[in-house]
């Protein structure tokens, strides 16, 4: 049996046991009188534990924690009486020891989904391999490209480009999720691996939580950020029929920090809103 199928039948062992125990009756009573709160606590600390990505990023003891610190507020502000025997200390025990058990199991079939993922993004991207790299992990580069720039008043733009929704609410509604997170997965590696085609070795290739490709163009200008941007974009359709939307923002015209570039370029990509009209029209000279 695999990580992720143990994991998923200590959770589903889990809920069962605490439905079982709770239901229990003898001489009509409960067995185990558990406090409302309890189930509320174990009704959200499961969930937010699998599948907030971010969680699975960090110790399993800071959810432990953090969902220990939530049960101790709840069990001093909320009076046992309504719904619970008063000072059963074995049942408070217990309350607490089964919330971090299943927190613990949330942890643990987050982190073997996120292992899932990562070989799926590894396989793309074996199929179709770039040099596109994590925006977090890249932001020394992007501070030293930045503060060149700054020093030495030199222009810099950035481009940030996704698929257009149109054609991934199509692909949603052909395919099932399974087969659609593949193939997104995928043509995400092949649109990568288009965009490093088109850029210089000067230039950055990265990728934000949501999936956007974001290139950071040293001694680029806006209206030449523009023509890379349409490039990439004729490119990706001839080669994938996919159409992508991409913003694009300079330095320092219209922002003086990397965050406001970023700002700006995906203010653009989400309103679809033009480049200036003196930017289009010199990409249009150039195109002549």
């Known amino acids: 049996m695999t990580n992720l199928k143990r994991s998923f039948f200590g959770a589903a062992v889990y809920l069962a046991l605490i439905f079982v125990l709770g239901q229990f009756d003898y001489a009509d009573r409960p067995l185990i009188n558990f406090a409302s709160y309890f189930y509320l606590a174990v009704l959200i600390a499961v969930p937010v534990t699998l599948f907030f990505p971010s969680i699975s990023r960090v110790s399993v003891y800071v959810p432990l ?17 309504y719904s619970a025997n008063v ?11 089964l ?6 199991f949330a942890y643990q079939v987050a982190m073997q989904i996120s292992h899932a993922e990562s070989i799926m993004d590894a396989l793309a991207l074996s199929a179709f391999p770039n040099r596109t790299r994590d925006i ?8 030293i490209e930045l503060t060149r720039s700054r020093r030495y008043n030199r222009p810099l733009s950035v481009v940030v480009i996704q698929s257009e929704s149109k054609d991934e609410q199509t692909t949603r509604e052909m395919l099932k999720s399974v087969q659609h997170d593949l193939q997104s997965r995928f043509a995400s590696a092949r649109m990568g691996q288009i965009i490093d085609d088109r850029i210089r070795q000067t230039d950055l290739a990265l990728r934000d939580h949501k999936g956007r490709f974001i290139i950071l163009c040293p001694e680029t200008d806006l209206s030449h950020a523009a023509l890379l941007a349409q490039r990439i974009s ?36 989400i309103h679809s809103a033009p480049v200036p009209n003196e930017t289009a029209v010199a990409v249009k000279t150039q195109q002549l």
């Open 65 to 81: 924690f953090v969902w220990a610190g939530v049960y101790i507020v709840l069990l001093q502000i909320i009076n046992r009486d």
């Open 87 to 97: 000072g059963e200390l074995p049942v408070i025990v217990l309350e607490f020891v």
């Open 99 to 104: 919330l971090e058990v299943g927190v613990w």
């Open 136 to 143: 977090d992990s890249e932001s020394q580069r992007i501070k």
């Open 234 to 269: 004729q490119a990706v359709k001839d080669r994938t029929n996919l159409r992508i939307l991409w913003g694009i923002a300079a330095f320092p015209e219209e922002a003086l920090t990397f965050d406001d570039l970023l700002a700006k370029a995906r203010e653009r990509l």
